[in-house]
């Protein structure tokens, strides 16, 4: 029988995160290149990508990187073949590409149009096709890898906002000026639980594990305005730093939960719990 410490172990594994070079994606593919595994950056912004890989091999991590585009069948697929042509299998994948609009002072005036009653189409089709639909499609591409090899291992990052409504008072201004979190955010990872759940139990039997990975509020040089009003909501009266969803992520990815499918890991300092 392994040592605990063992089980938490991926080296000659091969991880992919989509969304790799974003702020969650460059600490989900550290964590996994220091557990040991061979890390694929895959992200739209392909030069951001290209440096984020050269960081992680600067730190002795065997990193590649692939542009991607997740709303792309064809791209998708790409994506997949080139890690298994380069690193000869795909093993772990973590779905964290997504549009997650911003709050914060540089990207604030984005948000000003997100009422619901007026909240244009297009704007809900774009943002459902990269949330939903891109997850969707990699999901489906990399199964048909794991399929192959008789075993994987997929993790959808959900948000609190799945599993909560948004209290929009977090986002009204001292001036009184009122943003939104829109409609779409919440919806699309709603949607993320449930493709979960839905492929977990596809998969039965064939070695395949699916599991979602939920986190609160990850502090971001968030305006002090933001943070006194998100705090005392959180049973832990603060947001998470970037490096507190790292061992949540590694447990899922690894072996130290191989007895956990078609679950829901929320790191949310107790948001969702009162």
Known sequence: MPMIMDKFSLTGRTALVTGGAGLLGRQFTRTLGEAGAKV???????????????????AGIDALAVGVDVTDPKSVSKMVEETVKHFGSLDVIVNSAALDPKFDPENLERQSANAFETYP?????????????????TCQAAARQMLEQSA????????????????????????GTRFYKPVYYPVSKAG??????????????KNIRVNALTPGGVFNDHDTGFTEKYTPKTMLGRMADIDELSGALLFLASDASSYMTGSNLVVDGGYTAW
């Open 40 to 58: 694929v950056v895959a992200d739209l912004d392909q030069k951001a990508t290209v440096e984020h890989a050269k960081s992680l091999k600067e």
């Open 121 to 137: 189409l297009e704007t809900w089709k774009q943002a459902i096709d990269v949330n939903l639909t891109g997850m969707f499609l």
């Open 152 to 175: 994987g291992v997929i993790i959808n990052i959900c948000s609190i906002y799945g599993l909560a409504g948004p209290d929009q008072r977090l986002y009204e201004q001292q001036d």
């Open 192 to 205: 993320v639980c449930g493709l979960t759940r839905y492929l977990a139990a596809y998969y039965a039997g």
